[in-house]
């Protein structure tokens, strides 16, 4: 892969599911979500989105079947029980129980607790007492449901021939990578994937990360990559053959702008979508290999300068979207930037972004529409919601 936009051949999607039944009021802001889904039309909406891009030609991968036909091989039913159970929350003892009795669950039923979660009155009974038992509420999270895995975007990111399992940096997604860690190692289409980057380093999260051209990353700096990440992915990309620039992109570091997807998005292989607001104001660190194995910083400059330099072009074509600034900070909020390319000039967005995919449209960008009141309530859009797997190269 090595483009935001040659033609889509296959993604990784998630189909929301009980995890999204765990939100409360209470536990929204922690687990990121905004507001309180409608399940099943968060459903609905979902398979409306993955019918338009098989309707494209895409193949379209459901984690949940992934994940369940990686736990058939027995090592990975292992590490599966190992991601769910913490031994800091339960004590010894009930982590203890808690795992034999994982150990012994049909995959399906695995999966199920890893994505979901378990409250404590849904573990399973067991003799004896516990203490942590005893003084948990019924309804606390034995093991932490995921709803943000919907976001497939943010916990692997494919390089070249390489995928690299995101390091998340909040505490609501870390698990997360157990998962695809899981996926990537143990089911039978991955197996042998060459991994990029490692989980455990400093974080880095898929939605900061753009292929702008074979060899050029972007990866925004904010509230989910921080430097530290930036570097290492440029070392560890640079190490591997696999990009020889890397554009660090400082964003805001707020809720409306946790990615550097959420205010840019590559629809065409010299041009972008851009919050208009971002336009003129972001700026890159461009990073390189220097001649005795170290990195070498230059910047900051403007961003379309230094990615069109990078890039080897005249100049990186933003589509004007021309709105005034309240409609923009509307639309950006409603992820109208965030858009999932399916091909160069198609794209998928949301169809409430009405003013933004107008512009798209008078530019010559078809736009995919699809619905999305419940999916976005986790502030997510069609990029977010999707992790290319194949591409063709543009
Ligand atoms: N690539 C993206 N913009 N992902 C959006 C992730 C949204 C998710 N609720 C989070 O806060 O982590």
Redesign the pocket.
């Known amino acids: 892969m090595d483009s935001e936009v040659g033609p889509l051949r296959s993604v990784l999607l998630h189909r929301p599911g009980a995890e999204l039944k765990r939100l409360t009021p209470r536990n929204n802001d922690q687990?990121?979500?905004?507001s309180i889904p409608w399940v099943d039309r968060a459903q609905q909406e979902h398979d409306a989105f993955a019918e338009v891009l098989r309707g494209r030609g895409v193949e379209v991968l459901l984690l949940t079947d992934l994940l369940q036909a990686a736990l058939e091989d027995p090592r990975a039913h292992v590490a599966g029980v190992h991601a769910a159970v913490d031994n800091r929350r339960l004590g010894d003892d009930l982590a203890d129980s808690l795992r034999s009795y994982l150990s012994g669950v049909e995959p399906a039923v695995l999966g199920e607790v890893l994505m979901s979660g378990m409250t404590f009155e849904e573990l399973p009974a067991s003799e004896g007492t516990s203490l942590v038992r005893k003084m948990h509420h019924p309804h606390d999270f034995a093991v932490d449901p995921l709803?943000?895995l919907?976001?497939t975007?943010?916990s692997s990111v494919w390089i070249a021939d390489r995928v690299a399992i995101a390091s998340?940096a909040?505490p609501?997604?870390r698990r997360e990578t157990a998962l695809l860690d899981i996926v990537y190692a143990y089911h039978p289409r991955f197996r042998g994937t060459v991994r990029a980057y490692g989980a455990h380093s400093a974080p880095v999260?898929?939605?900061?990360v753009l292929l702008l051209a074979p060899g050029v990353l972007a990866v925004g700096v904010g509230e989910?990559t921080s430097a530290a990440g930036a570097e290492s992915l440029a070392r560890s990309a640079f190490a591997d053959g696999i990009a020889h620039t890397v554009l660090a992109v400082p964003i805001a570091q707020n809720?409306a702008t946790?990615?550097?997807?959420?205010v840019c998005t590559m629809i065409g292989p010299d041009a972008v979508v851009m919050y208009p607001l971002a336009r003129d104001s972001l700026v890159a660190y461009s990073l390189r290999p220097d001649a005795d194995g170290g990195l070498r910083v230059d910047g900051p400059a403007p961003f379309l300068d230094a990615a069109a330099q990078a890039m080897d072009i005249d100049r990186l074509h933003v589509i004007d979207t021309g709105l005034d600034p309240v409609t923009a900070e509307r639309e950006q909020w409603d992820?109208g930037n965030?858009t999932l390319a399916v091909a160069p000039g198609v794209v998928v967005g949301y169809e409430r972004n009405v003013e933004t995919n107008a512009r798209l449209e008078e530019a010559g960008i078809e736009v995919l529409r699809i619905a999305g009141s419940e999916l976005g309530s986790?502030?997510?859009?069609p990029?977010?919601?999707s992790c290319p797997v194949a591409r063709d190269s543009v």
């Open positions: 687990l990121l979500f905004d709803p943000n919907l976001f975007r943010d998340l909040m609501a997604r999260e898929g939605g900061d989910r809720r946790m990615h550097l997807d959420t992820d965030n986790g502030r997510g859009g990029r977010c919601m």
